[in-house]
Each structure stands twice: as C-alpha cells, then as structure tokens.
C-alpha cells in the first residue's frame, strides 16, 4: 500500500470509546495508510489528553481549544491554560472552536462571545483554527470576518456547508474537511462541496469515534476509515483514488505548518 492518508480530525482521547484499544487503533491506522493523525481537544482535559497521545506517537498531533458546548464554562483561566498548552511542540492548530445553534448546550451569546475570544487567542499564537459549524453557517462566516480569521486560515471541519459558503471559507485561507457522511447516498449537499470544491483545499476526516462512514455505518468509527471517505471524494471528483490521497495529505501539511518536517 502506497497511498498515505491524513486524518485531520479524531478524538482518541474520548476515553469510553478507546481507553481499552488506542494501540489496536493506531496500529489499524498505519496499516489502511493512515500515517498522519491529529487527536483534537474539546475542553481543556481532553485538550490536555491530545496533548499527551500526540506527544507519546510519531505521527500523531494535537489541536487544543474549547468546544461550543463547553463554551459556558470558559474562564480567564481556562483560556491562559489553554494557550500555554497551545505551545506544546505536537500541537498543530487551535481547536475545535465555534458555534453549535442545533444542540445549544451553551447559550447562544456565550457561544459567539467565546468563539471571537479563542479566534483571538489563535491568531495571537499564530495557529491556524479549526472549526466547529452546525446550524450556524452566516454567523460563523461574520464571526470570522470580523476577527481576522484569515490571518491565520485553518479548517472548517465536518463542513456542512454549501458551495458558496465553501468559497467564502476558502477567501479566508480554510480548507474544506470532509467527513464520512459524504459515503451516505442521501448526503448530496456534501457531495456537490466535493465536486465543486478544488482538490487543492479538500482534507478528509473520521470526527470519530463519530460519523462512520459506509461501510462500516452504525459501528464506532475509527482513523482507519478515513479511507472511505477518501475513495468516496475520488469517485465523486472522479480522479484516481491516489491522487486524492495525496493531495488531502499534502494539503493537511501545509495547513498544519508540517512542510518544513519530515515527520
């Protein structure tokens, strides 16, 4: 197997889903391909968690930050803890950050004011972003207008967008991350994104233990599978399935700073 994958979103760290088998999961990784893994933080344990199985793995990166529906408990402190973490070698980008007007587990106005802090904090620490949007799309566009996202770019993770807010996210330096869901013959928002979108700003991601993509829908998902999605973008760009590959790989690298290693 030739083809090398990046999955540029997981969370190993959510213990109850893999506590028992990290190493199985890794090693089922490496062996579909996927050689490069960035573990992300939603708060500052599990941030601190990313933190500790990227440090313990060649190949493995951490993002750090504060998810909306942590949004509600974010303090001055939280926040100086969460850019010295932010400092760590293995960490990549800052996040997963935004808003989440579906499931609302934080309040609205706390969401927004949080979510324009920790954009703040990331271009301070010069870190690209990433991205959490559901149900959210004109605001999380405003927001990072208005804060200057586009100094430091990142990703719009899971997108769930449209082309036109694609567009807008890519004027801003993000790359467009494609989950499993784009393997579900019903997903065809997810699936016009993929042809419309240019290879150069696609990355493809698990979100698991989340979004399972087909064929392996209704169980745990894992970094391994990241490469369903994948071949599925191949088939819907219709573009042989090791271009894809590489060019998502190539394109994580250069958002996450990682050109200038050879790690």
């Known amino acids: 197997m030739t083809e090398i994958l990046f999955d540029t979103h997981a969370h190993l760290g959510l213990e109850s889903f893999f506590e028992k088998d990290l190493k199985a999961v890794i090693r ?16 500052l344990p599990e941030s601190r968690k990313a933190v500790a199985i990227a440090s313990r793995h060649d190949g493995i990166y951490a993002i750090v930050g504060v998810h909306p529906h942590e949004a509600k408990g974010v303090t001055d402190e939280v926040l ?15 996040g997963e950050i935004g808003l989440d007007f579906y499931r ?19 271009r301070e620490l010069k870190l690209p972003i990433v991205i959490h949007d559901r149900d959210a799309h004109a605001e999380t566009v405003k927001i990072l207008k208005e804060e200057k996202a586009d100094e430091v770019g990142g990703i719009i993770h899971c997108f769930s967008g449209d082309v036109r807010m694609a567009w807008d996210c890519i004027a801003m330096g993000f790359f467009i ?3 499993g869901t784009v393997t579900f013959k019903k ?4 699936h016009e994104v993929v ?13 698991c233990p989340y979004l399972t993509p087909v ?13 369903f999605t994948a071949m599925a973008a191949a088939a819907l760009k219709k573009r042989p399935f090791e271009e894809v ?12 700073n990682l050109d200038h290693s050879a790690s």
Do not use: C, W
Not at 187 to 190: E, F, L, T
Not at 195 to 207: I, N
């Open 28 to 43: 089922r990784a490496d062996a579909a391909g996927v050689k490069y893994i960035a573990t992300v933080g939603i708060d």
């Open 80 to 94: 100086e803890e969460m850019a010295r973490l932010a400092r760590h070698e293995k960490v990549v980008a800052y």
């Open 104 to 122: 609302n587990h934080s309040p609205r106005h706390t969401q927004m004011a949080v979510f324009r802090e920790q954009v703040r904090l990331a």
């Open 177 to 179: 991350s494609i989950p």
């Open 187 to 190: 997903a065809r928002q997810v």
């Open 195 to 207: 042809r419309e979108v240019p290879l150069d700003y696609l990355l493809v991601e698990t979100d």
């Open 215 to 227: 064929p392996h829908r209704g169980k745990r998902n894992e970094p391994a599978y990241v490469r």
């Open 245 to 256: 590959a590489a060019a998502t790989t190539a394109n994580a690298r250069r958002v996450f």
